[in-house]
């Protein structure tokens, strides 16, 4: 370790470490920008799908169900697009291509997701309801999702979810990322 002597007022000599070491956040930077989206990933597609995460939820009007799943899809595009962007330096050479696809596909998918709701006024009541294009939804969330489950494995191969050799406590890596880190 390298050490640098400091003299205090006291005339005392005090030696304060520096380390050698490198710095290393690796599994900091795995948890929070790596398995972090991968947990919101399948939480926004929940909601995308469903208006909510979980059953017990209370029941909403369907607009505001439209509206949580328009928003979640969004959060899907984006989420998929920082994890991508997040594991591209770390990705195999035999692997890039298929990154690069995903992230081609994914920017596509953003740009005609303006088409996946409309708003409807009903003429009487003059209240405006959001609806889903639900077929141009299922469209979109059909090829995030293929994405979302595909980009695991070069993720993998990089060493990035799982080391070859380390046995792997998946609740407890699960209950760390959700407790935030």
């Not at 947990?39 to 209370?58: C, F, H, K, P, T």
């Not at 949580?68 to 591209?88: H, M, P, S």
């Not at 009541?125 to 979109?140: D, M, R, S």
Request: glycine residues 6%; negative net charge.
């Amino acid at each position: 370790m390298a050490k640098n002597e400091v003299q205090s007022n006291s005339g005392v000599d005090h030696t304060l470490s520096l380390g050698s070491q490198a710095w290393n956040v690796a599994d900091g930077y795995t948890k929070i920008k790596i398995l972090r989206h991968l947990v919101q990933l399948d939480r926004y597609e929940n909601i995308a799908l469903y208006g909510s995460e979980d059953m017990e939820e209370l029941p909403f009007d369907d607009s505001y169900i439209s509206k949580r799943r328009e928003e979640a899809i969004r959060r899907v595009v984006t989420t998929l697009r920082q994890l991508l962007g997040n594991v591209k330096f770390a990705i195999k050479k035999e692997d890039e291509g298929k990154v690069d696809d995903y992230l081609e596909q994914v920017e596509f998918v953003e740009k005609v997701l303006d088409g996946i709701s409309y708003v409807e006024e009903n003429m009487i009541t003059h209240e405006t309801i959001l609806k889903i294009h639900e077929q141009h939804f299922k469209n979109c969330m059909k090829t995030l999702s293929r994405i979302k489950d595909e980009v695991n494995f070069p993720i993998n191969n990089a060493g990035l979810i799982f080391r070859g050799s380390d046995e792997v406590d998946l609740d407890k890596i699960t209950n760390e990322i959700i407790e935030g880190g």
